[in-house]
């Protein structure tokens, strides 16, 4: 039986009236009675939660948005560019869950044994260069991020692993055909960096868009950029939802320092900010004019145990490490830091991941550590190591918050709890893939966007599979390679969510990495800042401002 | 003099080739391959495998041999290209045209501040030596050296966002365009450095001051009557300036090239943060090029110090 997926106006206008109360909860001053704007409707036609919109003005934004190239689908920042375009789909809460809503496709379905997705595209679309967006465009991107041309490196080709084949059926109908079910597959399509490029730039530009910033189908188009400062980005006229977006332009600010964004929100240089420091955070709840929330995100901060050096190639030295160091007590010592959040293997955001108060009962997991560290103790000496290990190799990066906090709090937990000593040694960001690639670490403590999805699979595909792309800790387990691959094909929700249980369990066994927990992205803006509606995105999700509008 | 300039010019060429082959190795012989990730805020990592890494680097023109690399490099340059950013194809110069007006104007008020207060403080501390203005002087302006000039400007910073809520533009804003938002943006970078190089250049002024003060001319002008003022300020400040002028000379020369730490705290996107982005990046051609300009920055000013020492003291002549 086919599936399919299409919002009604009735659904939507549910939608539009359950964010406005969540909105008004988070955000504090209720909006000025201004005109009312008419409100397009049908599928993934999004428009702002509050009743009356002003339209008009400039937000200026206030983040990274430096990035060393332009290319979305090679690793390019999503900050800087997502404004301007749009993917197939996206996702939204509707009705409290995290779901696939239209983008460029207006809908789609699935074949019943989950290996055909089908998109029928939206129509009268136009490029910003005027091209219009037809199917070819969709199957020459996902053409290009399944079989990159020699040269490029296509970071998410990883992401569609289980995609065989892409088809246009015709102008405004795409096929994808898989290998095998992929049940997650719609949440890796609503990925930010997934945006459709139009065949055109992709025929111009020899398949290679790092040096240029692509046309895309966005709100915003791009009006100027200057390098290292910002980027204006203009409303889209002709923009296929013709309500939006209601201001005239956003104004990227190009802030790399967390407090920096975070000070210019605070006197006014900018209107909002997707990610500040802690302290800025601390100062926007204690004042009335602005707003703020922490958004969950896919980033986490982790230890790597390299699984094939002595002792960590011995599963139940990890074992004992994992139980013994307390996640509790790591995350207090950063609290004032960054506001990392205590989960395990899944963003603590995704329907899949055990809640807090269920993880805080388990080995390894719970606060009190009297029966954790015996047992932890009991693995070293049956292992070999009774008294502890000497001499191991801590790398992080060159960041002051790993290398003078964090590391040294990780390094403490060792020697406190199963007398292993480390010494930490500090390499620039850049030079620790070299580090990891060549195998020269025991443990290695970093914070990473490792997946971009809030489903385990991609992360767990390339992370904790054998010979996974980005599996640095050599790590190998194969019941849980098994176990993975069921995981990845089954589409019975409620089987699969035991099966992902089973494997977290396999995990917490035989553990790749230390989990210190999952970031939350510290969002503030002045309370004149509307249609944001934080409570529906993750904080990956801000890079798309489509709704948003300025009551002043 | 003109043969002195155009053979320190012809001197010159070797120094930059020198600079031009340092920088090149470096960039080579350094760890981190820019191919091997691709990096973004929080650390997000995507890595090329061995093919993938493989054809990057030919897309870019690194699999050619260092010395073709090279040879590519200072054929570029001798056509007066002076290159596009290794990823982007932005070229070098639009970064330069559009921040080397405010860094330059950052220096060059900085410089003017040390000045301002430098020369009188390390005068008057020579002049009253071993008094209490020329301890407590010394005190002060030890205390300054000390301090950091990048903690300097974030207290700053924390001053005005605190107590004012207000903090300096993060637009770059050219004095001919708007005076008081140029000088918002520009005042509180330099003021940081002039307090810093103020602090130093008292100290100089002051070593340098006292050494004249104890010529015999200086002892004459007082036999015949004149004004201590007119002595010092006429003919001992004079004679005292060439260690002054080297001193002004190499500050101006490393504010040139962006005081990184400063423009940090400050978020004044100058030619500092731009070198500081590039190594971020990996940027090779960026970062070469920079390097290569900041090099003969120094050997333009060097020059400059050193032919205004023959306007400042007679005896000194060229040929």
């Known amino acids: 039986m086919a599936t399919k997926q299409k919002m009604t106006r009735r659904d939507m206008l549910k939608v539009l009236a359950g964010s406005t109360t969540g909105f008004l909860l988070t ?93 029928f595209l939206r129509d009268g679309v136009k490029y910003h260069d005027g091209t219009p967006f037809t199917s070819a465009d969709v199957e020459a991107t996902f053409k290009r991020i399944l079989s990159p041309p020699a040269g490029l490196a296509i970071t998410m080709t990883g992401l569609f692993e289980g995609v065989e084949n892409v088809q246009a059926v015709d102008r405004r109908t795409v096929r994808f055909s898989l290998k095998e079910p992929r049940s997650y597959l719609l949440e890796v399509f609503a990925v930010p960096q997934c945006v459709i490029y139009s065949k055109r730039s992709l025929d111009a530009n020899n398949q290679d868009l790092r040096k240029v910033i692509a046309p895309g189908t966005g709100p915003y188009m791009l009006k100027e950029r200057r390098e290292g400062e910002k980027m204006i980005l203009a409303r889209n006229p002709n923009y296929w939802n013709p309500d939006i977006p209601y201001i005239d332009a956003i104004e990227l ?52 145990y390299n699984c094939q050096r002595k002792p960590l190639n011995d599963a139940r030295v990890r074992r004992a490490i994992s139980l013994a160091v307390s996640h509790q007590d790591l995350l207090k010592v950063f609290e004032s830091y960054e506001g ?37 103790k009991r693995l070293m000496a049956e292992a070999g190591y009774p008294d502890g290990v000497k001499g191991m190799d801590l790398v992080c990066a060159s960041v002051a918050s790993h290398a003078q906090v964090l590391a040294p709090a990780f390094q403490d937990q060792l020697k406190r709890t199963l007398n292993i000593e480390s010494k930490i040694r500090v390499v620039e960001r850049g030079v620790l893939i070299e580090e990891w690639k060549a195998g020269r670490f025991d443990f290695s403590l970093f914070s990473h966007a490792l997946t971009t999805t809030l489903d385990p699979s991609p992360l767990w595909n390339v992370s904790f599979k054998t010979g996974g792309a980005q599996n640095y800790p050599r790590y190998s387990n194969p019941p849980f390679d098994r176990l993975l691959e069921q995981v ?65 | ?124 501390s020579a002049v009253k030596y071993h008094s209490g203005f020329d301890v407590g002087s010394r005190i002060v302006v030890t205390l300054f050296m000390a301090v950091p000039s990048f903690w300097l400007g974030l207290m700053f910073i924390l001053l005005l966002v605190s107590l004012f809520s207000w903090r300096p533009p993060l637009d770059i804003v050219y004095l001919s365009e708007d005076p008081a938002a140029n000088l918002q943006m520009t005042l509180g970078p330099s003021l940081t450095l002039g307090i810093g190089m103020g602090a130093v250049m008292a100290r100089i002024t002051r070593s340098s001051v006292l050494e004249v003060l104890h010529e015999e ?27 002054i002028l080297t001193f002004s000379g190499v500050i101006m020369g490393q504010l040139l090239a962006g005081s990184v730490a400063v423009e940090r705290a400050f978020s004044v996107p100058g030619l500092g943060l731009a070198l500081v982005s590039a190594i971020y990046e990996r940027d090779w051609m960026v970062i070469q090029n920079l390097v290569l300009l900041y090099g003969g920055i120094y050997i333009l000013i060097n020059l400059v110090v050193d032919i205004s020492y023959a306007l400042v003291d007679p005896r000194i002549r060229y040929r």
């Open chain 1, 27 to 119: 955000a504090g001053t209720p909006s000025q009675s201004v005109p009312s704007s008419k409100t397009a409707s049908g599928p993934g036609f999004l428009s702002a939660p509050e009743a009356n919109v002003r339209r008009g003005g400039v937000v200026r934004w206030a983040g990274h948005i430096q990035a060393p190239h332009f290319d979305l689908h090679q690793g390019a920042l999503p900050w800087s560019l997502n404004f301007m375009y749009n993917g197939l789909v996206r996702m939204y809460m509707v009705d409290g869950r995290r779901t696939a809503v239209p983008d460029l496709a207006e809908r789609w379905e699935v074949s019943p044994d989950g290996k055909i997705y089908t998109f």
């Open chain 2, 1 to 124: 003099m003109q043969s002195y300039i155009a053979r320190r010019l012809l001197l010159a060429i070797p120094t930059l080739f020198g600079v031009t082959l340092l920088i090149f190795l470096a960039m080579r012989v350094l760890p981190g391959d820019p191919l091997s990730a691709v990096t973004g805020e929080g650390g997000a990592v995507f890595v090329l495998n061995e093919e993938q890494l493989k054809a990057a680097r030919a897309s870019l023109g690194l699999d050619k041999p260092y010395y073709a690399q090279y040879l590519d490099w200072i054929a570029a340059l001798a056509r007066g290209e002076l290159g596009k950013s290794f990823w982007k194809d932005t070229p070098i110069s639009e970064i330069l045209a559009r921040r080397a007006p405010i860094t330059f104007q950052v220096a060059l008020m900085a410089v003017i501040l040390s000045w301002l207060i430098g020369l009188p403080v390390g005068v008057l």
């Open chain 1, 253 to 304: 600010l190009h802030l790399p320092e967390w407090t920096d964004r975070g000070t210019a929100v605070l006197t006014g240089r900018a209107d909002m900010s997707p990610n500040t420091s802690v302290e800025m955070l601390r100062e926007a709840q204690k004042r009335s004019d602005m707003g703020w929330a922490q958004q969950p995100s896919e980033s986490l901060y982790i230890v790597y």
């Open chain 2, 217 to 243: 001319y200086v002892r004459t002008a007082r036999a015949k009557g004149l004004r201590e003022r007119a002595i010092v300020w006429g003919h001992v400040l004079k004679n005292a300036m060439l260690p």
């Open chain 1, 340 to 376: 990392v959040k205590f989960s395990s293997w899944i963003p603590r955001a995704s329907d899949l991941a055990t809640p807090p108060d269920q993880l805080e009962k388990r080995p390894g997991y719970r606060p009190g550590k009297a029966e954790d560290i015996p047992e932890a």
């Open chain 1, 488 to 552: 990845n094909r089954e589409l019975n929700a409620s089987r699969r969510r035991q099966m992902v249980a089973q494997a977290q369990d396999l995990l917490d066994e035989n553990p790749p990495w230390f989990v210190i927990g999952w970031l939350d992205y510290n969002v503030i803006w002045r309370n004149y800042v509307k249609g944001l509606e934080v409570d529906k995105r993750l904080a990956s999700d801000l890079s798309r401002l489509d709704t948003i509008w300025l009551d002043k």
